[in-house]
């Protein structure tokens, strides 16, 4: 009697259930209102040097970016001064951090330098988080992580000088997403095998969506980046709420040998759902799992290092950490560098988070028809065309008269970053045998956070050529899809459960190897061998 078997009894899809994906659908806007704040924060709109106060005459003075040129009366000479303040072309009077603080020219590099300590934090955080919800339970670490992240973007409202800030934003990334993972376990668990996929992909779809898309409308509105963060920070005192109205992991109380409270949290979600279990069914289920945590002794020694010791494993295992840091970075930059193509960012950056959506039914529809590894590829290269041709017509075509259409490849380019990114998750939590899943996958994530760090200064260079970030990535997201063809496809497979079987799992399958060819490729073949049969069904 395992888990499974109680939940089917006590209700896996009831009133209980239910609940919880309403939290964990709250959950996903206060992760999205969280995540995105320092994209928020940080537009800088156009801008040019304010007039000089001194006798320097308008009639012989040209304002540029970054600099003030006086000319002599004849036009023959000429000085060129630094602006010391500008004037900013504010978006609805929105003040951000950059035009408050004047991180523009020669201080532009600030927001960079800050925003990067952001993704510090992210991967520091998911392991300190990862550890505290082994040691007190999934749901704590769940609150405890996203009073943290709310903490940090509330107390960055109070800064005004690059060090501070940057302290703040390392403080607000511990939580980037490990209140989404650990909130998304908890859910994972109680709900139904057969309920799981659609119902996590259209919760996380409808729900992050929504946040990420009236965040940039409550900054308008509230009219600078301080008071955003504050309401940004606001509805993660809901979660202390949680704690009352769901109940901790039954997997972690197993785990830890905390069988009563196990079963009490049990009954309680079959008195909610309305079911009555019998006391036998309790007492069996604790007894398979007092015998299964007596024999842990027995368990695999595989560790992650493991995974480095065998040339097939090593060479899975070095191409999904280089897969993680290409998708992760680009996720983030494509998400945040919407300025400069002729439309507000703030409309723009709301309007393109519409993709979120699209993008979990695509995952649904196609990944269990072109295989993991097409969907993989598919998005990679397909990215990377996107990508590289939004650069190109950013760089040719002048976003006042074509900024539907450079605004339409950035949302597409957000689009398929989306795709990638989730695709990315299920496809490295199968090539991992199972003994290792658990650590193996957190360090894939960790790593590619931390890789995230760069992603602020691949945007800045976007101040020394507008196209540049775009055509850098395109080309990241090439590398990433030749790397995807080494690796091996695991759709209709049984998957490795030790170091031993991953080292020589889908062993001789080609590079080009793909389930929708494969099948394509039989059927050909066998109406083939069916046409010859009929042909000499007929000469007998």
């Known amino acids: 009697m395992d888990l499974q078997s109680v939940l089917e009894k006590c209700g896996n899809f009831g009133p209980y259930q239910i609940l919880l994906l309403a939290l964990f659908g709250y959950t996903n806007i206060v992760s999205s209102l ?87 934090g992210s991967a520091l955080g998911s392991i300190f988080f990862g550890y505290l919800a082994d040691r007190i339970g999934r749901l704590p670490a769940c609150v405890l992580s996203t009073l943290t992240g ?100 039954v997997e972690w109380l197993l785990t830890k040998g905390k069988f009563d409270k196990a079963v009490n949290n049990l009954k309680s979600v079959a008195k909610f759902n309305g079911r009555q279990v019998g006391d036998s069914v309790f007492e069996e289920f604790v007894k398979h799992y007092r015998e299964k945590l007596s024999n842990s002794q027995n368990k695999s020694t595989d560790t992650f290092m493991g995974m480095l010791r065998t040339p097939r494993m090593r060479k899975f295992t070095i191409i999904l950490l280089i897969k993680s840091m290409i998708v992760t970075i680009t996720f983030d930059i494509l998400s945040r560098n919407v300025e400069g193509v002729g439309i507000s960012p703030f409309k723009l950056f709301s309007y393109s988070g519409f993709c979120y959506l699209p993008a979990g039914l695509t995952i649904i529809l196609f990944q269990n028809k072109i295989g993991r590894k097409g969907m993989a590829c598919a998005s990679l290269f397909v990215g990377a065309i996107i990508t590289a041709a939004t650069g190109y017509l950013v760089a040719t075509l002048d976003s006042a008269d074509y900024s539907v259409l450079l605004g339409f490849m950035v949302s597409l380019g957000r689009y398929g970053a989306v795709v990638a990114y989730d ?41 020394f050529y507008r196209p540049l970030p775009s055509l850098l990535i395109s080309f990241v997201l090439l590398i990433g899809g030749c790397l995807c063809l080494a690796l091996p496809e695991t759709l209709h497979k049984q998957l490795p459960q030790t170091l031993e079987e991953g080292e020589v799992f889908a062993k001789g399958e080609k590079w ?9 490729q039989e059927t050909i073949k066998s109406a083939s061998q069916l046409e010859s049969a009929n042909e000499a069904t007929k000469k007998i």
Request: hydrophobic residues 45%.
């Open 512 to 520: 080009y190897f793909f389930p929708c060819f494969s099948r394509r």
């Open 423 to 463: 695709a990315e998750a299920q496809y490295a939590a199968e090539i991992i045998p199972t003994s290792v899943r658990g650590r193996g996958v957190a360090n894939i994530h960790v790593i590619g956070n931390a890789f995230a760090f760069f992603s602020s200064y691949v945007i800045y260079l976007g101040t």
């Open 150 to 249: 709310a903490s940090g973007d509330f107390f960055t409202s109070f800064v005004g000088g690059l060090p501070w800030f940057s302290f703040t934003r390392f403080i607000s990334g511990l939580s980037m997403d490990t209140q989404y993972v650990l909130m998304y376990i908890l859910v994972f668990e109680y709900l139904s095998p057969q309920h799981r996929t659609f119902g996590l992909n259209i919760i996380l779809g409808v729900f992050y969506c929504f946040g990420l898309m009236i965040s940039p409308w409550i900054a308008i509105w509230l009219g600078n980046w301080r008071s955003y963060l504050w309401a940004a920070s606001l509805p993660a005192l809901g979660m202390l709420l949680f704690p009352v109205c769901l109940h901790e992991s």
């Open 34 to 120: 969280h995540y995105f704040s320092q994209t928020i924060i940080s537009f800088t709109p156009s801008h040019r040097c304010s007039p000089p106060i001194d006798d320097i005459k308008p009639n012989y003075t040209s304002l540029l970016t970054c600099s003030v040129i006086h000319y002599d009366k004849d036009q023959s000479s000429f000085r060129d001064y630094k602006c010391t303040s500008w004037d900013f072309e504010k978006e609805s009077d929105y003040e951000s951090v950059t035009t408050e603080l004047e991180w523009v020219c020669d201080d532009a590099f600030k927001l960079a330098v800050g925003q990067s300590f952001f993704f510090i």
